[in-house]
């Protein structure tokens, strides 16, 4: 079995930055939380990581059918819960350029089942997505 490994080191009093096969990702607080908005909070991230995953398998759907797409964008939200700190609800739009313009359906519908960050999500929150 695979394994992926992140590795997060502090970088400042409010800061870490994680660091995966040499790609770095700086995390912090905003101000009004007390950091130093040096990055993206821990929960943002994590739905950044959603939508790269996501955005991954989407064009190497369509690279491998030789579908032409462009301006692709996965919009994403999620509905925080408190006690614990959560989110409730993750909401996905997609929209492209997509040469033929049905296929993007069919391509997000592969996105979505070859994304691993959605696979593990969905089993623990309500995870819909959807093209816009």
Avoid: W, Y
């Avoid at 101000?31 to 989407?58: D, I, R, V």
């Avoid at 369509?62 to 797409?69: G, S």
């Avoid at 996905?92 to 040469?99: I, K």
């Amino acid at each position: 079995m695979a394994t992926a490994t992140v590795r997060v080191d502090q970088i400042s009093s409010s800061a870490s930055r994680g660091n995966a096969r040499g790609h770095e990702l700086v995390m912090d607080r905003p101000e009004a939380k007390g950091g130093t908005n040096a990055g993206m909070m821990g929960g943002e991230a994590m739905l950044n990581g959603l939508g790269g995953c996501f955005m991954s398998n989407l064009l190497a759907a369509a690279k491998a059918r030789n579908i032409k797409m462009s301006n692709a964008r996965a919009e994403i939200e999620g509905d925080m819960s408190d006690a614990p700190s959560r989110f409730s609800a993750i909401r996905m739009t997609v929209s492209a350029e997509c040469d033929p313009p049905e296929e993007l359906g069919k391509l997000v519908t592969i996105a979505e089942r070859g994304c691993i960050s959605a696979n593990t999500l969905r089993a623990a929150v309500e995870l819909s997505i959807k093209v816009v």
